[in-house]
């Protein structure tokens, strides 16, 4: 697989679902896509699944912010079961909750997002904790060399390098613009890394696993670059 290929050049599925759809249908329906240009049928005509091609499907609320989800509903959060699960190669397992996820140290910062399908909002201001705080209490196992994100929406999820990880202005948001994260947003846990793109920020974040190493995520199955570096990755431009 030529990771260099942009999005548009891949068939896409109708259900883009990673548990039903491995390498080799990936393969199969990029090669039916090929021939379909040999029918006349030009691929892009077969984009409904990609990213770009859902864009004309989401409503635009203000401040530019696309919602976006996979699955029928969005998961909704009660403060008094939810919990933050920390799993995997860890000396300690955790399962935090809400409340416990707040009494941690908390960050702030100011950065911009950008969706890779060309959207972008500028100074969101996050509020949230940095996984070292996580780390600290965890105490993965050497062998950890990458962290997989689970959502409560599945199957949603992504993973990043440990090294990834702890680039500095990587959090694990719970409050976006001075507000607790809204239900469309990923209440009330969502992934922020704002030097890739959109599709690494799992929303409704509910586990971690610490794993040796990083695997694709959601998109990553469609073709997208598994490091989704914002101007530099195969989404740019798309
Ligand atoms: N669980 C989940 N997380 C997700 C997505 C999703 O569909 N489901 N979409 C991703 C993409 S492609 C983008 S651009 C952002 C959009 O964030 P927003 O829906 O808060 O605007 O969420 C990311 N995280
Ligand atoms: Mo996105």
């Known amino acids: ?12 599925m109708d259900d883009p679902s990673p548990k039903r759809y491995g390498r080799g249908l990936f393969l199969t329906t990029l090669f039916g896509g090929l021939t379909s240009i040999a029918w006349g049928r030009p691929v892009w005509s077969r984009l409904s ?26 998961p909704t959060f ?35 997002f950008h969706c890779v399908t060309g959207w972008t909002v500028k100074n969101v201001h996050w509020k949230g904790v940095r ?18 994100f689970v959502s409560a929406e599945q199957p949603y999820l ?7 990880s702890q ?3 990587v959090m694990l948001a719970y409050e976006m613009d001075g507000k607790p994260l809204t239900r469309e947003h990923g209440a009330p846990l969502r992934l922020v890394i704002p030097e890739m793109y959109g599709y690494k920020g799992v ?36």
């Open 49 to 74: 699944g990609s990213l770009a091609g859902i864009e004309s499907l989401v409503p635009l609320v203000p401040h530019g912010w696309r919602i976006y989800s996979v699955a029928d509903t969005m």
């Open 203 to 238: 929303k409704w974040l509910n586990r971690i696993n610490l794993v040796p190493q990083a695997g694709d995520g959601y998109w990553e199955y469609l073709g997208y670059d598994r490091d989704a570096w914002v101007g530099r990755s195969n989404g740019y431009g798309a």
């Open 1 to 12: 697989m030529n990771r260099s290929t942009p999005p548009a050049e891949y068939e896409l």
């Open 167 to 169: 680039l500095k202005d």
């Open 131 to 148: 996984l070292s705080e996580i780390f600290d209490r965890a105490r993965p196992f050497p062998e950890a060399h990458a962290l997989q």
């Open 158 to 164: 992504d993973y990043l390098t440990l090294q990834q």
């Open 78 to 112: 009660d403060p008094a079961t939810w919990r933050l699960a920390i799993d995997g190669l860890v000396q300690q397992k955790l399962a935090l909750s809400y409340h416990e996820l707040r009494a941690l140290p908390q960050s702030h910062q100011i950065t911009d």
